[in-house]
């Protein structure tokens, strides 16, 4: 398996490649001043937290990283910004599968640094192998398990990653790259950090964001990403907010039911005016009193003055 973030050393750019360089330089820079270099920035493999891309994945990360500066050890400083990636795609491997079966692909980047004084001794711990490795920071949306499906986060999902079921590997499949925040130059080995640093936009977060924009003075922006994850959200709230009406209107139906079997004395005009204005878990607790004295009629207030009062545990 190939580390997340190799570099690979690479001889001369040609006027094809220098003529992407020079899309992002201020001035024309000749082939000579510039030091080129190539990286694996992550692959379709599982990683250290039992998680993996797909290869449609890759491609989305592939575009967001094209023109991106690289920063030493997660340091996102200006001077810190010397090199960047001036093109990058998806190389799939026709002859070889990762350790799931699937086509092997990886995110290549080439880069560029300018070569200065002040560059000179990134450049040399390049070539020399002691910064060897890089790590990408990205926004993923979501986790979905490989057995069930669901997102990982969810309690729809009861799987844990690295464990097996039915012989399977469980891992989570990194879906909906939304960002690339940054690529970094690890030390190696000071730092064992190399790899893929995800960083997870859950709906919690979206919508905090959103709703602390939406408090803050003036217009609110929402980009397309936030945009289609919010009516997303929205509709699953109506659906879910649909079915805690309908349950709601079960119970009443249930209490209203238990009430004339357990013979409580309590009119049922008075009642539908009680239950009306519960809660859920109110009606569940009134629902479970109900269904006592309905089992156990000798519970039930016997005497006429009984019969009129409701007992304290009907009081809310
Ligand atoms: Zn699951």
């Known amino acids: 398996m190939i580390n997340s973030g190799e570099i690979i050393k690479k001889g001369n750019i040609d006027r094809e490649e220098l003529a992407l360089v020079n899309r992002y330089t201020r001035r024309e820079l000749s082939a000579d001043e510039l030091y080129c270099f190539s990286m694996i920035l992550c692959d379709n ?3 250290r937290d039992i998680e993996q891309f797909s290869t449609a994945e890759l491609y989305k990360i592939a575009e967001l990283f094209e023109g991106k500066t690289g920063i030493f050890d997660h340091e996102p400083s200006a001077a810190n ?4 990636i001036y093109r990058c795609y998806v190389r ?9 079966g699937e086509k092997y692909a990886c995110v290549m980047a080439d880069a560029y640094i300018p070569r200065s ?5 990134l450049i040399e711990s390049i070539e020399s192998g002691i910064r060897k490795e890089v ?6 949306q979501r986790t979905l398990c490989s057995v069930c499906g669901n997102d990982m986060h969810s309690f729809d999902c009861v799987h844990k990653k690295g464990r097996r079921y039915d012989g399977s590997l469980c891992f989570g499949r990194l879906s909906g790259v939304t960002d690339a925040y940054e690529w970094s130059f690890v030390a190696v080995p000071a730092q064992r950090g190399a790899g893929v640093v995800k960083e997870f936009k859950t709906e919690v977060g979206l919508l905090d964001s959103i709703s602390k924009r939406l408090k803050a003075a003036g217009d609110l922006t929402i980009n397309e990403a936030e945009k289609a994850e919010l009516v997303e959200y929205i509709e699953r709230l109506k659906g879910l907010s649909s079915e805690g009406e309908s349950y709601r209107r079960e119970l009443i139906d249930d209490v209203t039911r ?22 859920i878990s109110e009606l569940k607790a009134f629902k479970s ?3 006592k004295r309905a089992a156990c009629p000798q519970l039930a207030p016997k005497s006429d003055s009984e019969r009129g009062r409701v ?6």
Do not use: H, P, W
């Open 45 to 47: 493999e599982i990683d």
């Open 81 to 84: 910004q010397c090199a960047r």
């Open 92 to 100: 799939e491997d026709d002859g070889r599968v990762n350790s799931i």
């Open 117 to 121: 004084e002040s560059t000179s001794s």
């Open 135 to 140: 790590s990408i920071g990205c926004a993923v």
């Open 258 to 279: 238990l009430n004339a079997l357990a013979e409580s004395g309590m009119s049922t005009k008075l009642l539908s005016s009680i239950v009306e204005r519960m809660t």
């Open 289 to 291: 009193v109900f269904e």
């Open 311 to 316: 007992s304290d545990e009907y009081i809310i």
